[in-house]
């Protein structure tokens, strides 16, 4: 089956088409035929995504993202070798969710193919649980349930119990999650504090790299937030930062990287701390992380140590394709295809807090 995935719930417009065949856990393989994800830089000076900015970018951009994934793979642009369309429907923000909505129901109606409502955080999970080490082919990691996924992205920061295969429903359930801030959010937010460009995460993690090679002195101290339980919460950690920032005379560069040290290292330590207590109260040998946070090498090389103490497994997806892309959506989105799990493409709507469970 050729499933085309699109994705355009926050600021990154993707557009992927990949062959897959079998089912989970058996002969399940794919080949990403192509991908294209075309990112707005309009947000980077504001501190954030904003909605109607994003979505005029996301019109602009979608006709853009689809003609480069079917170029790359050598498809006719006008009627293209393709069986189903998968489409993010939720999480996100429901502006930009709409333009990838519109989008897909104008090309299912032109290509006559069926459509399928794709979660967003189901595009994440199941990208991690995938071996890309032979691309452009792939298939499943071996992977075992009931398994533990970490969701950390720009808004979501989630511990989820899995216990069966994405299609068919009604294996996921909720453990834990953020009362405020998402991890993402946190490393944005802070980053404006610091006079970084939106978004931070990933030139917070060098700073913090670089404060670790030069093995700068320590002056900044932040307390761990909420250590009990598996609820998290972000925001009182920028509310920190930003006491202390406020409190400096000059914002140096030995300063921020210090600093940066400082956020990626109490983030860290608060997402590996109850990923890997959850691991062992629910047994489980197989923990996903996933989200554009898990892009980050500090958080993965912590995770996977403290892991292995409890017998656990860490699967994460290779760095470029954790953040937002249409390879995610197709993926998930095959698994209920191949279920015949179609939507009414009339019927289609946004839903910007779409649960897994
Ligand atoms: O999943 P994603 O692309 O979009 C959402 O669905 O939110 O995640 C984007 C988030 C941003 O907050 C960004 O700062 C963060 O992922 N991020 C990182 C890194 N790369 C991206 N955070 C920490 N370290 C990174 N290397
Ligand atoms: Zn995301």
């Not at 499933?3 to 856990?25: R, Y």
């Not at 140096?252 to 990626?264: G, I, L, N, Q």
């Not at 892009?295 to 500090?298: D, E, P």
């Not at 993926?331 to 289609?348: I, V």
């Given at each position: 089956?050729?499933?085309?995935?699109?994705?355009?719930?926050?600021?990154?417009?993707?557009?992927?088409?990949?062959?897959?065949?079998?089912?989970?856990?058996?002969?399940?393989?794919?080949?990403?035929?192509?991908?294209?994800?075309?990112?707005?830089?309009?947000?980077?000076?504001?501190?954030?995504?904003?909605?109607?900015?994003?979505?005029?970018?996301?019109?602009?951009?979608?006709?853009?993202?689809?003609?480069?994934?079917?170029?790359?793979?050598?498809?006719?642009?006008?009627?293209?070798?393709?069986?189903?369309?998968?489409?993010?429907?939720?999480?996100?923000?429901?502006?930009?969710?709409?333009?990838?909505?519109?989008?897909?129901?104008?090309?299912?109606?032109?290509?006559?193919?069926?459509?399928?409502?794709?979660?967003?955080m189901?595009?994440?999970i199941?990208?991690?649980?995938?071996?890309?080490?032979?691309?452009?082919?792939?298939?499943?990691?071996?992977?075992?349930?009931p398994a533990l996924a970490l969701l950390v992205s720009?808004g979501h920061t989630e511990i989820i119990l899995m216990k069966?295969?994405?299609?068919?429903?009604?294996h996921y359930q909720y453990i834990g999650r953020t009362r405020d801030d998402a991890a993402g959010?946190a490393?944005?937010?802070?980053?404006?504090?610091?006079?970084?460009?939106?978004?931070?995460?990933?030139?917070?993690?060098?700073?913090?790299?670089?404060?670790?090679?030069?093995?700068?002195?320590?002056?900044?101290?932040?307390?761990r937030p909420m250590r009990e339980g598996y609820e998290f919460s972000f925001s009182g950690l920028?509310?920190?930062?930003?006491?202390?920032?406020?409190?400096?005379?000059?914002?140096?560069?030995?300063?921020?990287?210090?600093?940066?040290?400082?956020?990626?290292?109490t983030i860290t330590d608060v997402l590996v701390e109850k990923t890997v207590r959850a691991a062992d109260e629910f047994g489980v040998?197989s923990v996903i992380m996933s989200g554009?946070v898990s892009?980050?090498?500090?958080i993965?090389?912590n995770l996977?140590?403290k892991l292995?103490d409890v017998?656990a497994?860490l699967?994460?997806?290779?760095?470029?394709?954790?953040?937002?892309?249409?390879?995610?959506?197709?993926?998930?989105?095959?698994?209920?295809?191949?279920?015949?799990?179609?939507?009414?493409?009339?019927?289609?709507?946004?839903?910007?807090?779409?649960k897994l469970a």
């Open positions: 089956m050729r499933i085309l995935g699109i994705e355009s719930s926050a600021d990154d417009s993707g557009v992927a088409l990949i062959e897959a065949t079998g089912e989970f856990g058996r002969d399940f393989a794919f080949s990403v035929l192509g991908n294209a994800v075309s990112s707005q830089d309009v947000h980077a000076s504001y501190g954030g995504i904003y909605p109607h900015m994003a979505k005029r970018e996301h019109t602009a951009n979608l006709p853009i993202t689809l003609e480069r994934a079917l170029r790359e793979a050598g498809e006719d642009l006008e009627k293209p070798a393709i069986d189903a369309i998968a489409v993010t429907v939720g999480p996100g923000l429901e502006p930009c969710l709409w333009c990838g909505i519109t989008f897909a129901q104008e090309l299912a109606a032109k290509w006559k193919v069926p459509v399928v409502a794709t979660n967003h189901e595009g994440h199941v990208t991690s649980m995938m071996d890309f080490s032979n691309m452009p082919k792939g298939t499943l990691a071996p992977f075992e349930f720009g069966g295969p994405p299609g068919g429903g009604g959010e490393f944005d937010k802070i980053g404006r504090l610091l006079g970084i460009p939106y978004p931070a995460g990933a030139e917070i993690s060098r700073l913090a790299r670089e404060a670790r090679e030069e093995n700068l002195p320590r002056m900044s101290k932040l307390t920028k509310t920190a930062v930003l006491r202390e920032v406020e409190a400096q005379k000059e914002i140096t560069e030995e300063y921020k990287k210090d600093m940066a040290r400082e956020v990626e290292e040998a554009g892009a980050n090498t500090f993965r090389e996977d140590r292995q017998g497994k699967f994460v997806c290779p760095p470029k394709f954790s953040t937002d892309n249409g390879l995610m959506i197709a993926l998930a989105g095959y698994f209920h295809a191949a279920k015949r799990e179609f939507a009414d493409p009339a019927t289609l709507k946004a839903n910007g807090v779409l």
